[in-house]
């Protein structure tokens, strides 16, 4: 990217899978999980904690949905497995399978989280 300059001392953060580049799948998820959420409760939530099963001791906390899906892609890329472009391909991706979920298989769930809001 041209609007990213190269630093040549940047390590990533986890070892760089040696497989060709694709959308990031734990970017579709997570943006999946979001969007439909965001149908049935809105962005703004009270709070979500999540604990890695691989960082011992690591709590992440959100109250917005959507800061949850972009936190998401950002340690894709930190981790060094994907780069940003697999990573927003990703979130478009997972974006177009919640709002199909929500309005394929969802509408009466939604509307009545709606309604109770």
Known sequence: M???????SWQPLGVTPMHPEHPCAHCIVASAISTVLQHV???EVGEI????PTA?????????????????????????????????????MGKKIGDLTVATQMLGA????????
Do not use: C, M
């Not at 904690?49 to 890695?52: A, M």
């Open 56 to 92: 011992a001791g690591v709590t992440r906390k959100w109250t917005r949905l959507q800061d949850y899906s972009d936190e998401v892609s950002s340690s894709r890329i930190y981790a060094g497995f994907h780069y940003r472009f697999s990573a927003e391909a990703g979130k478009e």
């Open 2 to 8: 041209r609007a990213t300059p190269r630093e040549a």
């Open 49 to 52: 904690t999540l604990t890695s």
């Open 41 to 43: 409760v809105g962005n």
């Open 110 to 117: 939604v509307a009545d989280a709606q309604q109770k809001r």
